[in-house]
């Protein structure tokens, strides 16, 4: 079923959504007892990557099958330092050269495995993508399961949860969002989709999210999007999405943070091609940017003697 705009909407407003120091605070209304959180953008760095030629974290080969590994979301992990207070991690996912159709289930490491999948790789299809948001144990710990065969499995994160009382400080982020126009016959020329420009007052972090669903004249090839700071396409953020007949179009989300360094606008575009003979088309697509300042340096006094 297409997700209409109507539904979109439907999906925004059950969550509550506010702007305050440090990010952007999700208050979950499923239960009444959930303690709000503050998301906080970070930039992009890994977690790991299990490839053997990759020395990122403490994995060094394929997840095989019936297998999971256990990552650590706290402290200096992979490439990130995330601080102990993290309560839950945003990841971008990729899951390379599956040796069988499988899929991947992430999931805190003081719970029980959920049945359902976080990422669907399929044999012969390269490549796979997806954004992961998962909770972490009380120790800062998550889990990966792998069913099927081996896969490579990278993890990027995007950025952190923390509880509301744990907020940095710092000046309240200013967000903006685009609801673009549907956007068909995407060929494998760079085709933009959607952009949104948002201000910022000097240096800082700006986090980018794009959604939507895609789908082909046929099912054979591939969509790839990317979000760019220009309308060419780039390889700094990227999801493949597998086109399905047009009755059955594929959600689709593409996450990427941008530095900046002092103060204008900063206009980004979720950009899409195509890698073989098909067309695709791109229905529904939002952007949202929200801009989180970079924290004020202390004020320091120097004295100086008289002479």
């Given at each position: 079923?297409?997700?209409?705009?109507?539904?979109?909407?439907?999906?925004?407003?059950?969550?509550?959504?506010?702007?305050?120091?440090?990010?952007?605070?999700?208050?979950?209304?499923?239960?009444?007892?959930?303690?709000?959180?503050?998301?906080?953008?970070?930039?992009?760095?890994?977690?790991?990557?299990?490839?053997?030629?990759?020395?990122?974290?403490?994995?060094?080969?394929?997840?095989?099958?019936?297998?999971?590994?256990?990552?650590?979301?706290?402290?200096?992990?992979?490439?990130?330092?995330?601080?102990?207070?993290?309560?839950?991690?945003?990841?971008?996912?990729?899951?390379?050269?599956?040796?069988?159709?499988?899929?991947?289930?992430?999931?805190?490491a003081d719970?029980?495995?959920?049945?359902?999948?976080?990422?669907?790789?399929?044999?012969?299809?390269?490549?796979?993508?997806?954004?992961?948001?998962?909770?972490?144990?009380?120790?800062?710990?998550?889990?990966?399961?792998?069913l099927l065969?081996?896969?490579?499995?990278i993890a990027?994160?995007?950025?952190?949860?923390?509880?509301?009382?744990?907020?940095?400080?710092?000046?309240?982020?200013?967000?903006?969002?685009?609801?673009?126009?549907?956007?068909?016959?995407?060929?494998?020329?760079?085709?933009?989709?959607?952009?949104?420009?948002?201000?910022?007052?000097?240096?800082?972090?700006?986090?980018?999210?794009?959604?939507?669903?895609?789908?082909?004249?046929?099912?054979?090839?591939?969509?790839?999007?990317?979000?760019?700071?220009?309308?060419?396409?780039?390889?700094?953020?990227?999801?493949?999405?597998?086109?399905?007949?047009?009755?059955?179009?594929?959600?689709?989300?593409?996450?990427?943070?941008?530095?900046?360094?002092?103060?204008?606008?900063?206009?980004?575009?979720?950009?899409?091609?195509?890698?073989?003979?098909?067309?695709?088309?791109?229905?529904?697509?939002?952007?949202?940017?929200?801009?989180?300042?970079?924290?004020?340096?202390?004020?320091?006094?120097?004295?100086?003697?008289?002479?």
């Amino acid at each position: 079923m297409t997700l209409n705009r109507s539904r979109w909407a439907a999906v925004g407003a059950a969550v509550a959504v506010t702007l305050g120091a440090g990010g952007i605070g999700l208050v979950r209304a499923a239960t009444p007892e959930s303690d709000p959180s503050v998301f906080v953008p970070i930039t992009n760095c890994r977690i790991f990557d299990t490839r053997s030629n990759h020395d990122i974290g403490p994995f060094n080969e394929p997840l095989g099958p019936d297998s999971e590994i256990t990552v650590d979301g706290h402290g200096e992990t992979g490439n990130c330092v995330i601080p102990e207070t993290a309560t839950a991690l945003q990841l971008n996912m990729t899951a390379v050269l599956a040796t069988e159709t499988t899929h991947l289930t992430v999931w805190p490491a003081d719970a029980e495995m959920p049945t359902s999948s976080s990422m669907n790789p399929q044999f012969g299809h390269g490549t796979a993508y997806n954004a992961v948001t998962t909770r972490l144990s009380p120790t800062g710990e998550f889990k990966v399961y792998n069913l099927l065969g081996e896969v490579g499995v990278i993890a990027d994160v995007t950025g952190y949860f923390v509880a509301a009382e744990n907020a940095p400080s710092g000046p309240a982020p200013a967000a903006a969002a685009a609801d673009g126009e549907d956007v068909a016959d995407i060929g494998t020329d760079d085709a933009t989709v959607v952009d949104a420009t948002i201000s910022v007052d000097g240096p800082g972090i700006v986090q980018a999210t794009a959604v939507g669903t895609a789908s082909g004249d046929v099912a054979a090839d591939d969509l790839w999007c990317s979000l760019s700071d220009t309308t060419v396409f780039d390889d700094g953020s990227v999801q493949k999405v597998q086109l399905t007949a047009a009755d059955a179009p594929t959600n689709m989300t593409v996450m990427r943070s941008f530095e900046v360094a002092e103060a204008g606008d900063l206009t980004a575009s979720l950009v899409c091609k195509v890698s073989g003979t098909a067309t695709a088309t791109v229905e529904n697509p939002q952007l949202s940017l929200t801009y989180l300042p970079a924290e004020a340096p202390a004020e320091t006094t120097t004295t100086v003697a008289a002479p």
